[in-house]
């Protein structure tokens, strides 16, 4: 496959591109659903095929097919290349391309159990035993739902800089949905878990802790009170400040929202935009979590990004072209969600560093306040840097207790008020894996940090 590849960019030099690349995804995996214990989807899926991108005269061409023949992949890049033609001729922003590389290796997944040797009947039961785990929990539990996924595959890379790189990746996620229902209050729970890796780690949260822990948020929930309106001290747990800092912050970070003056951060490289104490990274490179990866969809090898540092703007998340156009070098975080699509410019694994403080301690010194836990929803402006998410649940804090739980809470502000409000940052850190959108593409993260505390956060009802 190498030496075919290789053939192909040269093909692809010859036909005055300026820079060539193809990129072969191959997946598969299974997708189970459950509902009230019965199997409701079992889906067997793959994709295979190529994508093809040329650049020259400041412009991109782009091709894909599901045939890797040599021949098909020819035709593939004659296409694009005739459509960088085109487009050469009204792009109005010209710019010369710089790809970092060449970049050469051949990565195998870190799985201790692989997904393709597991029985499909051992990934039905994982979901069956998490949709009947939240219903047994208790009698106000009237629905359950679960969802067990697996893909495995290969991405491999080869450009005309030098790089082949190949990595061979293998992910596993799970979730479950709980529904509860007394006295004519419905409530909703919900848990889920995704990572980088084999079977094992369906492993470590068991299918029975899974519909637990969907159950028990259903169950509080049933309990909460209409959230109070007006401005708060607050907490947000991890799962809410991770969430945070991927929704509101870390979208207007990506460099091609900053280059469409579609960011509050435009101008504000190495200007302060939180408290000193806060650091905010963007990592693909930790091994296990949802978001991870060696190797972007342009063949860069992976690194940390250090967002912000002591509360300064440090650096964008760049694709090739954005960093070309900006005159910086890529950092790797250029993602496709499929062969037919184009790298965009994309977060991995975004997080808040962690401090000293406690949970108790920062609860210790608050009156009144509140304490959010997780987010259903949210709107995000990045442009204006506004948002208005909807916590999953919230707490009264009175005297630092924890009293009366909330539901429907929901909070607004901007983006930069809320870092520059930031009074106590936490030194316990969870992730929690999810999936992004953007631009039609769908891929893996995960968004997590420590707990934090905020000054003068605006609250109301349910949005």
Request: hydrophobic letters at 35%; charged letters at 25%; proline letters at 3%.
């Amino acid at each position: 496959m190498e030496d075919i590849l290789r053939n192909v960019v040269e093909h692809g030099l010859k036909e005055a591109a300026e820079f060539v690349e193809i990129r072969v995804q191959d997946f598969a995996g299974v997708y189970v659903r459950v509902v009230d214990g019965k199997i409701r989807n079992l889906v067997n899926r793959g994709e295979i095929g190529a994508a093809i991108r040329v650049f020259g005269g400041g412009a991109w061409g782009f091709s894909s097919t599901n045939n890797l023949g040599k021949q098909s992949l020819l035709d593939a890049l004659k296409n694009a290349v005739s459509l960088m033609k085109v487009a050469e001729k009204h792009t109005e922003t010209k710019f010369k391309l710089h790809p970092v590389g060449p970049f050469v290796e051949h990565l195998s997944a870190r799985v201790k159990e692989r997904i393709t040797n597991m029985p499909i009947e051992d990934k039905i039961k994982y979901a069956i035993e998490a949709s009947n785990a939240a219903k047994k929990k208790d009698p106000k539990i009237v629905s359950t739902s679960s969802m067990y996924g697996d893909s495995v595959g290969s991405v491999i890379v080869c450009n005309s800089v030098g790089t082949y790189v190949e990595e061979e990746v293998s992910y596993v996620s799970a979730s479950a949905v709980a529904y509860a229902y007394e006295h004519g209050m419905r409530s909703e729970g919900h848990h889920n878990i995704g990572v980088t890796g084999g079977f094992e780690h369906g492993r470590v949260e068991d299918a029975a802790t899974l519909g637990d822990k969907a159950a028990e948020k259903a169950l509080r929930l049933l309990k909460a009170k209409p959230a109070p309106a007006g401005k708060f001290y607050c907490i947000f747990d991890p799962h809410l400040a991770g969430l945070f800092i991927h929704e509101a912050f870390g979208h207007a970070c990506e460099a091609d929202t900053v280059l469409n003056g579609e960011s509050v951060l435009e101008k504000r490289m190495n200007t302060q935009v939180g408290v000193e104490e806060l650091e905010v990274i963007d990592d693909p490179t930790i091994w296990g979590l949802y978001g991870s990866y060696k190797y972007d969809s342009e063949g860069t090898k992976a690194r940390k990004k250090v967002l912000v540092r002591e509360g300064i703007l440090n650096e964008f998340l760049q694709s090739t072209e954005t960093a070309s156009r900006m005159k910086l070098e890529a950092n790797g975080s250029a993602r496709a969600s499929g062969y037919h699509v184009q790298p965009i410019v994309r977060m991995s694994n975004t997080y808040i560093s962690p401090r000293n403080w406690t949970f108790e301690e920062m609860l210790e010194d608050i009156k009144e306040g509140i304490y959010a836990k997780g987010m259903n929803y949210g709107y995000t402006d990045p442009s204006k840097g506004q948002f208005t998410f909807k916590c999953e649940e919230a707490y009264l804090i009175e005297n630092g207790k924890l009293s009366t739980i909330f539901r429907d809470a929901a909070f607004t502000g901007t983006i930069l008020d809320i870092l520059r409000n930031i009074d106590a940052i936490g030194k316990d850190v969870e992730h929690m894996p999810g999936i992004c959108g953007k631009g039609g593409q769908s891929i893996r993260i995960t968004s997590g940090g420590p707990h934090i505390r905020v000054k003068d956060v605006v609250f109301g009802g349910i949005v």
